[in-house]
């Protein structure tokens, strides 16, 4: 008899966890959307126009990056193992075009505890791509950033063509050939490999 009372409470449990898993699922793995979630920006809409100071020093301005062609904002942190993962891909994409016009910037989102690893990690993963820091995530929430990665491919006319959170291996594939798409016939000629 113990094992049917056993057995009616795990028939009980069953669609109790199940739920409590659906509940939690984008806890467990990274958020996949080409859609954005309520309240972000929507494909095809304006991309929030912003300027921040680079780990390089330098001032980039969103609008005078997309006058030289597409730009893929990339939202990360120190702590982010997919991140890690993700960033030495992107670089390869970005080294094979930026030639053509085509802007890779990094947005690391790392707050007060963790923004001192920043600088370092960039230096100690030899990411030459431009980042600008966002530890009060002033420029995540014009995104409405939630999720690390969260990436962004916004054509030169400004509009949002691509939002992807999370990563999984191969995605780059997928984001370099819609980074071609919207590439100006101005530059030299890419070729994915």
């Known amino acids: 008899m113990g094992s049917i009372r056993f057995g009616?409470?795990?028939?009980?449990?069953?669609?109790?966890?199940?739920?409590?898993?659906?509940?939690?699922?984008?806890?467990?793995?990274?958020?996949?959307?080409?859609?954005?979630?309520?309240?972000?920006?929507?494909l095809h809409s304006t991309a929030p126009d912003f300027?921040?100071?680079?780990?390089?020093?330098?001032?980039?301005?969103?609008?005078?990056?997309?006058?030289?062609?597409?730009?893929?904002?990339?939202?990360?942190?120190?702590?982010?193992?997919?991140?890690?993962?993700?960033l030495p891909k992107l670089q390869a994409v970005w080294e094979r075009h930026r030639a053509a016009g085509f802007t890779l910037l990094g947005i690391p989102s790392d707050d007060q505890r963790t923004a001192a690893k920043v600088k370092p990690t960039?230096?100690?993963?030899?990411?030459?791509?431009?980042?600008?820091?966002?530890?009060?995530?002033?420029?995540?929430?014009?995104y409405n950033v939630r999720n690390y990665p969260t990436t962004v491919l916004i054509a030169p006319d400004g509009k949002i063509v691509m939002v992807v959170q999370g990563f999984t291996p191969g995605d780059e594939k997928e984001w370099e050939a819609r980074i071609i798409a919207n590439l100006r016939t101005t530059g030299p000629a890419t070729e994915s490999k």
């Open 8 to 42: 009616r409470a795990c028939a009980a449990l069953v669609p109790a966890l199940f739920v409590l898993a659906a509940g939690l699922g984008p806890l467990a793995m990274p958020v996949r959307a080409e859609e954005p979630a309520a309240g972000q920006k929507t």
């Open 51 to 86: 300027t921040a100071t680079g780990v390089d020093g330098k001032v980039y301005h969103l609008r005078e990056l997309l006058r030289k062609g597409p730009v893929l904002l990339d939202f990360w942190s120190t702590w982010c193992t997919p991140c890690m993962i993700e």
């Open 122 to 142: 960039i230096q100690s993963k030899g990411f030459a791509f431009p980042n600008v820091p966002d530890p009060t995530r002033k420029i995540g929430n014009l």
